[in-house]
Nanobody, 121 residues
Framework: QVQLVESGGGLVQPGGSLRLSCTAS????????MGWYHQAPGKQRELVAT???????SYADSVKGRFAISRDNAKNTMYLQMNSLKPEDTAVYYC???????????????WGQGTQVTVSS
């Protein structure tokens, strides 16, 4: 089985920074695309950033220039560096990874449990 575990959320003042981590573990054969979504109260889950296995990245317009996604393939870990945080960034942040389980013949998306990020003074 494959699991994704997130960490790094918390409370931060506007203009502050946080770094989220997402680590995959279990019967992993290969990890392909990874990314982050967020979901604010009463709103739909929205894509924040993605990164391919080769390191190509993409971002939502709302976070361009403030957030940076990266990954360490040797550690099966992805990061989201969030700078210049705004109150509107407040949400639960979920990571996902497209993974081929070593016991399966196909790929599927796995999700983390979510981590709360609150930006408030």
């Amino acid at each position: 089985q494959v699991q994704l575990v997130e960490s790094g959320g918390g409370l931060v003042q506007p203009g502050g920074s946080l770094r989220l981590s997402c680590t995959a573990s279990g019967s992993i054969f290969s990890i392909y695309d990874m990314g982050w979504y967020h979901q604010a109260p009463g709103k739909q889950r929205e894509l924040v950033a993605t990164i391919t296995s080769a390191g190509s990245t993409s971002y939502a317009d709302s976070v361009k220039g403030r957030f940076a996604i990266s990954r360490d393939n040797a550690k099966n870990t992805m990061y989201l560096q969030m700078n210049s945080l705004k109150p509107e960034d407040t949400a639960v942040y979920y990571c996902y990874a497209n993974i081929r389980d070593s016991g399966l013949g196909y790929r599927m998306n796995y999700w983390g449990q979510g981590t709360q990020v609150t930006v408030s003074s």
